[in-house]
C-alpha cells in the first residue's frame, strides 16, 4: 500500500516532487527518515490516480533522462 | 473545484461520495435538525450510527462472533503500550518482528511493561526485506507475538500471515486494513489508525479475541481497557463521534464497491502497475526486495 521509490539522479527529487504537485499529485516526498519519493495508495486512491502518477513519470523521464 | 490525487502516507484521500454525502448530512443529520458532531453519544441516533459500523466492519471482514471490535482513540501508537497492557495475562515476555520503523517503536513502547525479544529484524539492511521465518527465535512462552504486516515508511509488506501456533498474533493493520479480505481467527489482535483506509485520524480500530481480554495490568487507565470498552460499547467516554460516523460512511462505500475481494482486486492492480512502472526503467528505483512475492 506504500509504494517507495528513488529518482537514479536524487539531483533530480525537488524538479520531480514540483512538476507532480503540479500536474495534481501530491505529496509524493519519501518520509523525511528515508528519503526518495513514497506512493501510498490506499483503499480511497482511485485507479485513475495511479495512471495519472504512471503517466507523469514516464512523462518526466522522457523530459530528463 | 478539481480534487487532487493526494498519495500521503496518511491522513490520506478519503472518497470523494463520502465527503460529498458528510457536507450534505452535516448540519442536519437525517432530518433531525442536528448534526452527528452535536448529537448525544448515548442518544439513539448515534448509538444507531455506532452499531451499524461495528456491524459493517464485521460484515467486512467476516469477523468471528468471538472477537469484539472496538473503536478507540489515541492512533495506532497509543496502542503500542495499551497491548500489552491488556494482554499480557500473567507473562512477563512478548515476541516482536521489526521489518520497519512502526515495528521498531512498538518495541520501545511495549519494552515499559514487560520483557520484549525481538525475535526478527531486518534493520541491518535498513528494512528493506522480511527475515526468513525458518529464523525467527520465537519463544513458546511469549504472550504475544506482534509484527506489521505493511511498514508505511520503508514499505516492506507481508503477503503471507505467520503460522506462529498457539501464541496469540498481533498485527498492526494499519496500511492494509480493509483493503484485501484476511482470516481474521488467525489473529489475536488486528488494529489500526483511521487516517489510511478508515476515516478521520484520532479513531483507532481493535478487533481482538475475547480470550485473550479482562486481565489488565493494575496500572491500566480504564479508557484503555478493552474488556471495560466491549463492555460500554466502545464508550467508555465520549467517543470521537464525528470520526466515527464518517468511518462508517467509508464501511458503506466499501460494502457498494463489492467488499474486500472486489478492493483487494483494484489495490492489487494498482500496485502491479506502479511497481512495473518502476522496475521497467532505469530511470527510477524501488529499493524493497520482492514487494509483490506471495512467500
Redesign the interface.
Known amino acids: 500500500?506504500?509504494?517507495?521509490?528513488?529518482?537514479?539522479n536524487p539531483d533530480l527529487d525537488k524538479d520531480f516532487l514540483a512538476g507532480a504537485t503540479e500536474a495534481?499529485?501530491?505529496?509524493?516526498e519519501g518520509?523525511r527518515?528515508?528519503g526518495?519519493m513514497?506512493?501510498?495508495?490506499?483503499?480511497?486512491?482511485?485507479?485513475?490516480?495511479?495512471?495519472?502518477?504512471?503517466d507523469f513519470?514516464?512523462d518526466f523521464?522522457k523530459r530528463?533522462? | 473545484m478539481s480534487r487532487l490525487y493526494n498519495f500521503s502516507a496518511g491522513p490520506a484521500m478519503l472518497p470523494e461520495t463520502v465527503l460529498h454525502q458528510a457536507q450534505a448530512e452535516m448540519p442536519d443529520w437525517h432530518g433531525s435538525g442536528a448534526s452527528i458532531m452535536e448529537m448525544s453519544h448515548r442518544g439513539k441516533e448515534f448509538v444507531s450510527v455506532a452499531a451499524e459500523a461495528e456491524q459493517d466492519v464485521r460484515d467486512l471482514l467476516g469477523v468471528p462472533v468471538n472477537y469484539k471490535v472496538l473503536f478507540l482513540q489515541g492512533g495506532a501508537s497509543t496502542q503500542f503500550a495499551t497491548i500489552p497492557m491488556n494482554i499480557l495475562r500473567g507473562k512477563s515476555k512478548a515476541d516482536y518482528i521489526v521489518t520497519g520503523a512502526w515495528g521498531k517503536k512498538a518495541v520501545s513502547e511495549a519494552k515499559k511493561y514487560c520483557a520484549v525479544n525481538v525475535a526478527a529484524s531486518s534493520e541491518s539492511d535498513n528494512f528493506t526485506s522480511i527475515p526468513a521465518f525458518e529464523s525467527w527465535a520465537l519463544n513458546q512462552d511469549a504472550a504475544y507475538v506482534h509484527y506489521t504486516p505493511n511498514e508505511t515508511i520503508g514499505g516492506v509488506e507481508f503477503h503471507w500471515v505467520p503460522k506462529i501456533g498457539e501464541v496469540p498474533l498481533v498485527a498492526d493493520c494499519s496500511s492494509t486494513i480493509l483493503s484485501r479480505p484476511i482470516d481474521v481467527s488467525l489473529y489475536g489482535i488486528i488494529y489500526a489508525g483511521a487516517q489510511k483506509n478508515i476515516g478521520p485520524a484520532g479513531l483507532t480500530l481493535v478487533i481482538v479475541r475475547d480470550d485473550l481480554i479482562g486481565s489488565v495490568l493494575p496500572i491500566t487507565p480504564s479508557v484503555y481497557d478493552y474488556a471495560k470498552q466491549a463492555e460500554a460499547d466502545s464508550m467508555v467516554n465520549t467517543p470521537p463521534t464525528y470520526a466515527v460516523y464518517i468511518a462508517g460512511l467509508v464501511f458503506k462505500w466499501l460494502k457498494a464497491q463489492g467488499g474486500l475481494a472486489a478492493m483487494g482486486e483494484v489495490n492489487r492492480r494498482k500496485a502491479g502497475k506502479l511497481y512495473a512502472a518502476i522496475d521497467g526503467s532505469d530511470f527510477y528505483r524501488n529499493p524493497v526486495k520482492n514487494p509483490l512475492a506471495l512467500g
Open positions: 500500500m506504500n509504494v517507495p521509490f528513488v529518482l537514479a495534481g499529485l501530491t505529496t509524493l518520509h527518515s528515508v526518495g513514497r506512493a501510498s495508495i490506499y483503499n480511497a486512491m482511485p485507479e485513475a490516480g495511479v495512471d495519472a502518477l504512471i513519470m514516464a523521464e530528463k533522462a
